[in-house]
């Protein structure tokens, strides 16, 4: 006879198991001034949820891309030997991909985001540049319309 579940184990949404990075994964950090400022961005405007908030860290993922998320007093944004400090910014940028970005760009907009460039539009299809709330870049991408 099948054992059935009890209606309360039932309605238990089903957790993903703790993520444990292996020699298979591909795993971006960005730094973060206010933890709690950046994990809202991303999970309310960009489609993330939370995996994991280890102290000063927040583990947050969209598909297979697990972002890093370090916030002041972690071991991830601590000051460099040579006394650089890690600070958010720079070029290099995770690709978000979307069926059309229009309205995500529209509620990006709304909220206050503040945007690289203008939406560019090419053989590749369509794009824009985005910063999250510590001026980590961001690029939304939309493939070519036939």
């Given at each position: ?50 995996v994991a908030r280890p102290g000063p860290v927040a583990i947050i993922r969209r598909g297979d891309l697990r972002l890093v998320l370090s916030g002041p007093g972690s071991s991830g944004s601590r000051t460099i030997p040579d006394g ?63």
């Amino acid at each position: 006879m099948p054992i059935s579940k009890s209606p309360k184990t039932q309605d238990r949404p089903q957790q993903a198991p703790p993520f444990t990075a292996d020699e298979t994964s591909a795993v971006v950090r960005y730094q973060a001034r206010d933890l709690d400022r950046a994990v809202a961005f991303y999970t309310q405007h960009l489609g993330f949820e939370v995996v994991a908030r280890p102290g000063p860290v927040a583990i947050i993922r969209r598909g297979d891309l697990r972002l890093v998320l370090s916030g002041p007093g972690s071991s991830g944004s601590r000051t460099i030997p040579d006394g650089r400090p890690q600070e958010p910014g720079g070029w290099n940028r995770i690709v978000l991909y979307f069926d059309d970005i229009d309205p995500t760009i529209a509620a990006l907009d709304a909220a206050g985001a503040r945007f690289r460039n203008e939406a560019e539009v090419g053989p590749g299809g369509k794009q824009i540049q985005v910063e999250d709330p510590d001026g980590n870049p961001i690029e939304l991408h939309q493939a070519p319309q036939e």
